[in-house]
């Protein structure tokens, strides 16, 4: 079974800082794909960015980009230059594209950004 | 497009009774998940359902849990006699089976009194 880890329960950062949100994962498969979602107060899931295993390049969207170290097992999410509407829930995310492709989440980083 | 549409948003039910949860997957998904979010924890699978049927089930309680997703019509996650520890958030996704993730529906907040 694959598990997902958020070892950060809570974090902060002030406006315009940048700020990692760590994730680690075990799985025994090659193939597969990682995500970040961030949930705001309105609850509502939002993908952040996508990561697929095979590709060596770090994934990045605009402020947001990971370090993906697939040996270690290893997936990180950078915020950089952060805004006071990226405070929220982020979750780290595996999915395995086989049979069902259901995703697995980590228990979720809570950031708040400071004024 | 509307995307993922959950209803009710939120839905008080007494012990013992009935909660019908639903989701209406995104224009061309055939592709639904359902999750629950415990507070202040992250989303645990639930089930994994496609057209009229059911793929994926490890995620779902035994007892009084069910879920269906028929050829026409929305998705539903039926709990029976609700208790309190049923009171979570529920959320549906859905995806075109394609590997680019999943549309989440914003959750029904389901609370047992």
């Known amino acids: 079974a694959q598990t997902v880890t958020q070892s950060q329960p809570e974090m902060s950062v002030q406006e315009a800082e940048t700020v990692t949100l760590s994730c680690t994962y075990d799985t025994s498969e090659n193939n597969y794909y990682l995500f970040w979602y961030k949930q705001p107060p309105s609850r509502q899931m939002i993908l952040v960015i996508r990561?697929?295993?095979?590709?060596?390049q770090n994934a990045t969207e605009n402020r947001f980009s990971v370090n993906f170290q697939k040996a270690a097992k290893s997936f990180s999410l950078k915020i950089s230059d952060s805004q006071l509407g990226d405070t929220a829930m982020y979750f780290c995310?595996?999915?395995?594209?086989?049979?069902?492709?259901?995703?697995?989440f980590g228990a979720g980083t809570r950031l708040t950004v400071k004024p | 497009n509307a995307g993922v549409m959950q209803n009710p948003r939120h839905l008080v039910r007494r012990r013992g009774q009935e909660a019908r949860l639903r989701c209406s997957p995104m224009k061309g998904h055939s592709h639904v998940y359902w999750y629950r979010q415990l507070p202040e924890e992250g989303l645990k699978f639930m089930v994994y359902?496609?057209?009229?049927?059911?793929?994926?089930e490890s995620g779902m309680p035994k007892e009084r849990f069910s879920a269906e997703f028929p050829k026409e019509g929305p998705s539903i996650l039926r709990i029976q006699q609700v208790v309190r520890g049923d009171s979570a958030a529920y959320f549906c996704a859905s995806s075109a089976g394609t590997d680019y993730g999943y549309t989440f529906g914003s959750g029904t907040r389901l609370t047992v009194v």
């Open positions: 359902l496609q057209k009229e049927n059911i793929i994926d």
């Open positions: 995310a595996f999915m395995k594209p086989l049979n069902n492709n259901d995703m697995r």
């Open positions: 990561q697929e295993a095979y590709k060596q």
